[in-house]
């Protein structure tokens, strides 16, 4: 079957083989999912550089996020049968055609939402949720808290600014592009404003929700942040940490980090599902839609990885497992 594997740390577009891989048999507790399609997020870019060398095992298969169809069943396995149509989760292995995964491990999708919204259904809806149930904890009601969302022109950041807006915050989506301000100053009901080391912004803020780390991050939290605040951090797309500099300067600002994976696994399935059907949700209502650029062939791995890298791209790329 074809798939992908990283025998080695390095970068992507140099280390992920595209390999013809052997099919098995699900063992017990386990289905096999026929992958339909696949995202391809930052977070499933950031284990083949070897950030996370100590907790991740070569060679291993990437992708943390797509749908298929199940279509072999292991012993003892009756919640789900050939022919659903499920969201793995809990481990990569989505970028290769056939997919085995223990059965609690995979979650049933709804009919009506359509084979892009499923690709894209998990990874960006349930973090935006928790990094709101976060700030919701921080501060109670988050009505007129000022809260600025830093990279707001990615697909989680987006989603956000909808979710927060939806919450009365008084929101501030802050973004590096003059393109990603015109297109959120029309979505959403928030404030935009441009901002990047070379600019930062003039405000003041009572939380930041943070994915882009490094001295940017750093001067928002001593220029920005009121007493009492907090600052979440769950992505670096600088490839930097927030500066400890900055984080020892405020004692009176709770710091944290969300990290999806922590909380998938400590979370217990009943309240995943209770996250996904928020997700479906907004799916329906598009407040969860992530703009697609380009659906790939796995076999064009080379050429999809080579448009993730494009400061140009406009929106996330899929793979396609089935060619
Ligand atoms: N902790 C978790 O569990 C978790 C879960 C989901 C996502 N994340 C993180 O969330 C971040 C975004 O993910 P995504 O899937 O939404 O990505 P994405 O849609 O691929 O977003 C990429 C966009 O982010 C903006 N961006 C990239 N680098 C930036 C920088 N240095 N400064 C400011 N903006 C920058 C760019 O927008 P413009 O150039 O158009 O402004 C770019 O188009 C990633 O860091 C990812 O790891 C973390």
């Known amino acids: 079957m074809r798939s992908t594997l990283v025998s080695q740390f390095g970068d992507p577009r140099q280390v992920i083989a595209l390999v013809d891989a052997e099919r098995h048999a699900p063992g017990p507790g386990e289905v096999e999912v026929a992958v339909s399609l696949a995202a391809i997020n930052p977070s499933d870019l950031i284990p083949v550089t070897g950030a996370y060398s100590a907790r991740t095992t070569l060679p291993f298969v990437p992708g943390f996020e797509g749908f298929g169809i199940v279509t072999r069943i292991g012993a003892g396995v009756s919640s789900l049968k050939a022919g659903d149509r499920v969201i793995p989760i809990g481990a990569s292995g989505l970028w290769q055609e056939y997919l085995l995964r223990p059965a609690e491990w995979c979650f049933r999708l709804p009919d009506d939402i359509d084979d892009r919204d499923a690709a894209t259904a998990y990874v960006n809806p349930l973090t935006a949720l928790q990094l709101v149930e976060a700030l919701r904890t921080h501060f109670g009601s988050l009505e007129r808290r000022r809260i600025g969302v830093t990279a707001a022109g990615s697909a989680i950041g987006g989603m956000l600014l909808k979710l927060l807006a939806g919450e009365s915050a008084d929101v501030t989506g802050i973004v590096r592009s003059e393109r990603s301000a015109d297109r959120l100053a029309q979505a959403a009901p928030v404030a935009v404003v441009l901002g990047d080391e070379s600019r930062v912004p003039q405000l003041r803020l009572d939380a930041i929700i943070d994915a882009v780390g490094g001295p940017f991050a750093g001067d928002l939290i001593l220029r920005t942040l009121e007493p009492g605040g907090a600052f979440i951090q ?55 839609s992530s703009r697609i650029a380009e659906v790939y062939p796995l076999s064009r791995i080379d050429a999809a990885l080579r448009h993730q890298a494009d400061p140009c791209r406009d929106g996330k790329l899929l793979l396609d497992p089935r060619c």
């Open 234 to 288: 769950y992505g670096a797309l600088s490839g930097i940490p927030v500066p400890q500099a900055a984080i020892q300067a405020r004692p009176d600002i709770r710091f944290s980090f969300l990290w999806l994976r922590t909380w998938v696994h400590s979370a217990g399935r009943p309240a995943i599902e209770a996250a996904f059907s928020k997700s479906f949700a907004g799916l329906r209502s598009s407040l969860f």
